[in-house]
């Protein structure tokens, strides 16, 4: 079936360090791909996306890469700040219906 | 900004007992999910709804859940007869449509736990 393979599962890097974490997935007929910012206790809220006809996609610090032959993309944070830490997860979709990655808890440090 | 509620925001019940979760949708969006997160680990798929019909649903979706759409507004979970590992955080979601991309806005979520 579907699956989308998120790596690391935690991070922990210093304020103002750029932060990389990477998603897999295996339907190569999946076309969109949000990434989701989840604070402890609340729900998850989308922070970018890109769709597969699109290899980057910049907002601010956060950039996302794709990279559909390899069936894999990115999230990149520069500039990290305290308020950044969190669990993010990557997702997938084919259909419609959200497939997600494990999360990747990031830590950054003061 | 309009949002996805849910109700109740937590639900304790004892094993057997059916549970009911409700959830009322963005008012203009056609595609209503439910998705489940046990503590500490990912968020998965359940189920999808779009025009009074179930049109995807997981493995963990089996006889013992149902999704309804009684009005115009409220889209509803029930589980039937509650396990202990259904205890997790329930979250609605839904999205304008159509076509299968488009941003997903997810409620507070409701955190059943079962005993």
């Known amino acids: 079936g579907e699956n989308v393979e998120q790596h690391p599962s935690t991070l922990s890097v210093q304020e103002g360090d750029s932060a990389v974490i990477k998603c897999t997935y295996s339907?190569?007929?999946?076309?969109?791909f949000p990434w989701y910012k989840q604070e402890l206790g609340k729900r998850p809220q989308l922070i970018i996306d890109?769709?597969?006809?699109?290899g980057e996609k910049k907002d601010q610090r956060i950039a996302v890469t794709l990279n559909k032959t390899a069936k894999h993309f990115s999230l990149h944070i520069t500039e990290t700040q305290p308020e950044d830490s969190a669990v993010y997860f990557c997702?997938?979709?084919?259909?419609?219906?959200?497939?997600f990655g494990q999360g990747t808890t990031l830590q950054v440090k003061p | 900004e309009p949002e996805v509620t849910q109700t109740p925001s937590h639900q304790v019940t004892q094993m057997g007992q059916e549970v009911i979760l409700r959830c009322v949708p963005i008012?203009?969006?056609?595609?209503f999910y439910w998705y489940r997160q046990i503590l500490g680990q990912k968020v998965e798929f359940l189920v999808s709804?779009?025009?009074?019909?179930?049109?995807?649903k997981s493995e963990i979706f089996d006889d013992q859940f149902s999704v309804e759409r009684p009005d115009g507004s409220n889209f509803t979970l029930k589980i039937r007869s509650t396990k202990l590992e259904d205890s997790a955080m329930y979250f609605c979601?839904?999205?304008?449509?159509?076509?299968?991309?488009?941003?997903?806005?997810f409620g507070e979520g409701s955190r059943l736990t079962v005993l």
């Open positions: 890109i769709r597969s006809n699109v």
């Open positions: 997702a997938a979709s084919t259909t419609g219906k959200l497939i």
């Open positions: 008012s203009n969006h056609l595609y």
């Open positions: 979601a839904s999205r304008v449509g159509s076509g299968n991309t488009g941003e997903l806005f």
């Open positions: 709804f779009y025009n009074n019909e179930i049109s995807e």
């Open positions: 339907d190569s007929a999946s076309n969109y």
